[in-house]
């Protein structure tokens, strides 16, 4: 999922962790045989990370160019340019190229190649491999969502690349040694007259695949600690040779996690830096921030580490800048410094746009085909607050979908989540794009049993949503929520009545909870089927109870069947799905 969870808090590490906007200068040290400067020269690295399937600057939902409130620009021809103009810049001296990771999961262009023409059954280039090739990258880290479509896809991926793709701890259950490329050592020409500096480049994958991929991975792979791995692997690479160490790592700088304490931590980069001497710079992603600079010192040894994030969906490209100097045959980083820069300020590139052209063209022609005609406009902008129709048309399906399949005799319910606050169902013809924007991600549907005391504690973990309001407080509907909680970590069930206090505690919300249409509260040890996402089934957002064995799992795409129960029905009407069944209250009294 888009970036599943630590897009939330960035939390500050104790003292040894410092934002800085100043470059890091090394002390200058007084030689009275060497009063001269001693010479130096210059290593740049650009970065990017959680790109997303995006190559051209497009919106596949709304079938035009990209734009937001920033006027943000996203894909990887953007990038390309900015990359080509530094490079042009620097002719003669060194320049790398890193990712890390999610990339090949998040559009409906990479959506398309791993589903409606997978590139495991028609062995075609896939569309961000062509990218990546043009851009010359030098390395990728695999992020979690690279797990997303099952591993031969990745697998094919990697060999479509001309260049290596890292995840030092992801180890193969078999063997128990690492399933992909853990690091690689580039030997990197500064320039004339400069002895060949080698640069060690260590990828690091996100251990939430564990969780979020379990039914691709469970069995095959393991995924270790991010700094266990790291202070394993540095040392390696320095006797092996390395001068600098540069990590590529999919997880944020928070130190928090969005799941509990049984897997590694989720977002430890900043730990790393931390914790592991040795590491000079840390390019990181997963958590979709634009971090230009920060610095982390070690506690080992009280080096400053250089960290920065890029953005995300090719919006910024990182900069980091490094000053070398040699002495008695050995490279030591003098200053450092990084930036981000935004892809707006420049056209896309036409070489990567070429490469991409056809591929990009067939996703436009497919999202725009016409798959029913609405009765009416139906609008996702309220559904985090109202209980809106079309949330309900996602309910209705997977209901639907699941009572067929079991023919079960127990209640079924159904859990969704307002993934867009933009997604519309126009009046009229409605198109694949309209349903892919309302439901973004590649989930599964699957189902599970819950008892109706299971039921209400998934509501009141859901309602932590909320901030609390006071009856008669003013509500502003764009601040009603706590901004820690994404919005696809909100949960509505259908196929109950409940009331949802936001004037209450957290964990005392939930004060009506009912059977359709009665005033017959659920028992606590009632039983009913829950048709859920397998994002969250597998313990994605860390909601309590539904970490359990299926009752149903027919790997079917929920956005295909959304698809698929339009086309069959050849109109969207609200009648036919729309039963609002909760709300939010305080002290009993509407909030809305």
Excluded: C
């Amino acid at each position: 999922m888009t970036n599943p969870s630590g897009t939330t808090r960035r939390t500050v590490l104790s003292a040894a962790a410092a934002a800085a906007a100043a470059p890091f200068v090394a002390p200058a040290v007084a030689d009275a045989h060497h009063p001269s400067a001693p010479k130096t020269w210059d290593l740049t690295l650009l970065g990017t990370s959680d790109t997303h399937g995006n190559v051209y600057n497009w919106d596949y939902y709304k079938d035009a160019e990209y734009d937001d409130s920033a006027h943000n620009d996203v894909g990887l021809a953007k990038v390309a340019t900015l990359v080509d103009r530094i490079r042009a810049e620097r002719r003669g001296k060194a320049t790398l190229v890193l990712d890390a990771g999610d990339t090949i999961q998040g559009t409906p262009l990479a959506t398309y190649y791993a589903k409606q023409e997978p590139i495991t059954t028609t062995h075609e280039k896939h569309p961000m491999a062509r990218a990546m090739n043009v851009i010359e990258y030098d390395a990728v880290t695999l992020g979690n969502h690279e797990f997303n479509y099952g591993l031969p896809l990745l697998d094919l991926w990697i060999r479509q690349l001309g260049f290596p793709a890292l995840a030092a701890n992801a180890v193969n259950l078999k063997t128990g040694r690492p399933a992909f490329a853990p690091y690689v050592i580039k030997k990197v020409d500064l320039g004339k007259g400069a002895p060949t500096l080698r640069v060690g480049i260590l990828g690091l994958t996100n251990p939430g695949v564990a969780i979020w991929d379990r039914a691709n991975v469970e069995g095959k792979l393991r995924f270790d600690d991010l700094v266990a791995t790291a202070a394993k692997y540095v040392p390696e690479m320095r006797r092996r040779g390395a001068d600098v160490i540069l990590i590529s790592a999919h997880g944020g700088d928070s130190g928090t996690s969005s799941y509990g304490p049984e897997l590694p931590n989720e977002n430890p980069s900043a730990l790393i830096a931390q914790q592991v001497p040795g590491i000079d710079a840390i390019l990181f992603g997963h958590a979709h921030n634009d971090i230009p600079q920060r610095f982390v010192t070690n506690t080992a040894t009280g080096a400053q580490v250089l960290l920065s994030e890029p953005s995300k969906w090719g919006q910024r490209l990182t900069r980091m800048d490094f000053t070398l100097s040699r002495e008695r045959n050995r490279w030591t980083i003098t200053a450092k410094q990084a930036t981000t820069l935004n892809t707006n300020t420049v056209e896309a590139d036409p070489k990567v746009l070429a490469a991409v052209r056809a591929q990009h063209a067939k996703t436009v022609a497919y999202v725009n085909q016409v798959v029913a005609t609405s009765t009416e406009t139906l609008s996702a902008a309220e559904s985090r607050y109202k209980d809106t129709a079309i949330l309900d048309y996602i309910n209705k399906v997977q209901t639907d979908t699941v009572t067929a399949a079991l023919g079960t005799a127990l209640p079924v319910l159904s859990i969704a989540a307002p993934f867009s606050r933009t997604a519309v169902f126009p009046a009229g013809e409605v198109r694949i794009k309209d349903v892919a924007g309302l439901y973004i991600y590649d989930n599964t549907l699957e189902a599970v049993v819950l008892t109706g005391a299971e039921v209400r504690a998934y509501l009141e973990y859901s309602a932590k949503y909320f901030v609390t309001l006071a009856p008669g407080a003013p509500v502003d509907p764009a601040a009603i929520n706590d901004p820690s909680v994404p919005d696809y970590n909100y949960d509505t069930i259908s196929g109950v009545d409940y009331d949802i206090d936001i004037s209450r505690p957290v964990g005392q919300r939930i004060t009506r909870l009912v059977h359709p249409g009665t005033d017959t509260p659920v028992g606590d040890a009632e039983q009913f089927v829950v048709a859920v996402n397998n994002y969250r089934r597998s313990g994605g957002g860390n909601f309590p109870g539904i970490v359990k064995t299926q009752v149903y799992n027919a790997q079917q795409e929920i956005r295909q069947l959304l698809i698929d129960w339009a086309q069959a029905k050849g109109a969207i009407d609200p009648a036919d799905f729309f039963t609002p069944n909760w709300k939010l209250v305080r002290a009993g009294v509407p909030v809305f």
